[in-house]
C-alpha cells in the first residue's frame, strides 16, 4: 500500500483545511515531496530527521492497524495528522539545509576532521542503541555522508556572522536592564555549616579524643559565640564534611554562587529561619541533627530579593541569549534571499513553486514581504526581457 499524504502538505498553500471539511488525500508520487534547485528530497529523507522516538510511536501505531485489518483512510488520516506538525518543521529545515549546502559548496567551505569523527561515533553510538543502525536512511555511507553535511551547514551559517555582528559589552547591558524582571531572585543568604560525623573514624597514629561528637560540636559553637574565633577557619579545621571544607564551610548554590535560597533546603530552613543577622550569638545557630552529624549554622549575611547582579556568568548567558538571536536573524534574513533567488517545487506530477509563506509560519508578515519582493523582481525581469 503506498503512503498517502494530506493534500495540505505537498500543496503547502493554505497549511490549513476549511473548517468542518475532512482532510484530503493524495498520492506521494514517486515518494517525492518537493525539489530544491532540482534536488529532489524524498519523503524518507525528511522522516529520517525526525526523532526516532516519535517515528517509532507512529511505525508502531501503523503495523497494529494493518495488523488488524483497519489501515483505511481514517486510520491513515490519524497517522499523518499526528506526523504532519514534525514533518513540515523538518521538511522547513531540510529545505534549508540543501540550500546552505549547495551554497557552502560554492564558497568551498569545509569542516574539521577531528570534530567530524568525534561527532559521528557519538551519531552511530546513539542509533545502534535505538536499534536502527543499518537499516534504510542509517547505513553507515548515509550516516558519513549525513554528518559531514550537517557540519558544512553548521560552518556555513557560522560564516553569515561577522565579529561586529555579535552583541558587545552595551548592548548586554541594556538587554539587561530591559528585562530585569526576568532575573529577579527571592531573599538569598550566605551561609556556612560545620559538620561533626557522629561516628567518627580514627586516622591511623591519631590519639583519639575522649569527647563525644556531640560536645565537640558544642564546644566550637562556644568557640565561635563566646571567644569570637573566625567560622570559616574553624571549618576549614574540624569539619567533617568534605563538600563544604575547602571553602570554609560555605554552602554553594546549584550554579556555583555563593548565595542561596534557604527556602529551598527544607533540612536547612527551619534552623535557618531563626537566624539573624546581628550578634555572633544570634547569627549562629544551636547544635543539631543534621542526618548521622551534628550541626552548626553561621549567617554570614542576607541579601534582599531583586534582580540578579550582572556578574560574569549572568553576563555570559545574556551574551549567549543575544548570540542566538544574531544567527537566527541572520539566518533567517540569508534564507529569505536564497528562497527569493532558488527554484523551489512541490512533488506533484505537475511540479509547482511553494509558496514562500510556507516557510516563515512563525512571521506571516516577513514571508508577504518576501512574496511582494519576489512579484517586483519576476516584473522587473520581465520588463528587461
Not at 522522516?47 to 483497519?70: C, S, T
Not at 550578634?279 to 534582599?304: K, N
Not at 532558488?342 to 509563506?357: F, H, M, N, Q, R
Request: with cysteine; proline share 6%; hydrophobic share 35%.
Amino acid at each position: 500500500m503506498r503512503y498517502l499524504l494530506p493534500i495540505g502538505l505537498l500543496a503547502l498553500s493554505s497549511l490549513a483545511t476549511h473548517a468542518g471539511q475532512a482532510p484530503q488525500l493524495l498520492e506521494l508520487w514517486n515518494e517525492t515531496v518537493c525539489y530544491v534547485n532540482n534536488e529532489r528530497i524524498a519523503k524518507r529523507d525528511v522522516e529520517r530527521e525526525i526523532d526516532p522516538m516519535i517515528m517509532a510511536k507512529l511505525h508502531g501505531f501503523r503495523y497494529q492497524m494493518v495488523k488488524a485489518g483497519k489501515w483505511d483512510q481514517a486510520a491513515q488520516s490519524e497517522y499523518h495528522k499526528a506526523l504532519m506538525p514534525d514533518f513540515r518543521r523538518e521538511l522547513r529545515k531540510l529545505v534549508r539545509q540543501r540550500l546552505m549546502l549547495q551554497e557552502a559548496k560554492e564558497k568551498e567551505i569545509e569542516i574539521d576532521k577531528v570534530k567530524y569523527q568525534q561527532r559521528l561515533d557519538q551519531r552511530i553510538q546513539s542509533l545502534r542503541q535505538h536499534g536502527i543502525l543499518g537499516k534504510p536512511g542509517f547505513t553507515l555511507p548515509e550516516i558519513k555522508k549525513q554528518m559531514r553535511e550537517y557540519m558544512r551547514v553548521e560552518e556555513f551559517s557560522r560564516s553569515l556572522v561577522t565579529s561586529l555582528d555579535l552583541p558587545n559589552k552595551p548592548q548586554v547591558e541594556a538587554y539587561y536592564k530591559e528585562h530585569q524582571s526576568q532575573y529577579m531572585l527571592p531573599p538569598m543568604i550566605k551561609l556556612r555549616i560545620i559538620k561533626i560525623n557522629m561516628v567518627r573514624e580514627k586516622k591511623p597514629g591519631q590519639i583519639g579524643s575522649r569527647k563525644s561528637p556531640l560536645k565537640i560540636a558544642e564546644d566550637l559553637r562556644k568557640d565561635v559565640v563566646d571567644y569570637g574565633i573566625n567560622f570559616a577557619d574553624l571549618a576549614r579545621e574540624k569539619s567533617d564534611d568534605e563538600e563544604t571544607r575547602p571553602h570554609g564551610g560555605l554552602i554553594l548554590g546549584p550554579d556555583g554562587k555563593h548565595f542561596i535560597d534557604p527556602k529551598q533546603n527544607s533540612l536547612l530552613w527551619p534552623q535557618v529561619r531563626r537566624l539573624d543577622t546581628g550578634s555572633l550569638a544570634e547569627r549562629t545557630s544551636d547544635v543539631f541533627q543534621l542526618g548521622q552529624s551534628w550541626a552548626i549554622l553561621f549567617l554570614e549575611e542576607r541579601r534582599p530579593a531583586g534582580p540578579a547582579p550582572l556578574d560574569t556568568a549572568l553576563f555570559e548567558k545574556i551574551q549567549g541569549v543575544l548570540t542566538k538571536e544574531v544567527f537566527k536573524s541572520k539566518e533567517k534574513e540569508w534564507f529569505g534571499e536564497a528562497l527569493q533567488r532558488s527554484l523551489i517545487l512541490d512533488g506533484s506530477p505537475v511540479p509547482k513553486p511553494i509558496p514562500l509563506a510556507f516557510f516563515f509560519p512563525e512571521d506571516p508578515a516577513f514571508a508577504r514581504e518576501l512574496e511582494k519582493k519576489n512579484g517586483k523582481n519576476k516584473g522587473n525581469g520581465s520588463s528587461k526581457e
